[in-house]
C-alpha cells in the first residue's frame, strides 16, 4: 500500500512540475509590452531570435521586422527604453 501511495505523489509531482516548467517556457519579457500580441511576439522571435536581441535593437531595426508597424516599433522601443 506504501509503495502505491509514493508511486502516485511522486506521479502528481512530477505532472506539475511539467506543467509549471511547460508555461515558463512560453513566458517571455515581450509579454510584458503593451500592443504586443501573440502574433507580433512570434513575428518578433522569429525575425531577432532572442527577447534579449528585441530589447537591444534599435528602433529602425524593429520597424524592419516583418508584422510589426512603425507605431508598434515605437511602443516596443519606449518600453524598453524609457522613452516619451
Keep these: 500500500y506504501l509503495q502505491r501511495l509514493r508511486d502516485e505523489v511522486h506521479r502528481y509531482a512530477i505532472g506539475a512540475h511539467r506543467t509549471k516548467r511547460a508555461k515558463a517556457i512560453t513566458a517571455s519579457p515581450l509579454d510584458e509590452v503593451p500592443g504586443i500580441g501573440p502574433a507580433r511576439k ?23 521586422a516583418p508584422g510589426v508597424s512603425a507605431a508598434v516599433a515605437q511602443t516596443v522601443y519606449d518600453f524598453y527604453h524609457g522613452g516619451g
Design 42 to 64: 512570434k513575428a518578433l522571435l522569429l525575425h531577432f531570435g532572442t527577447a534579449r536581441a528585441v530589447r537591444s535593437a534599435s528602433l529602425e531595426d524593429l520597424q524592419m
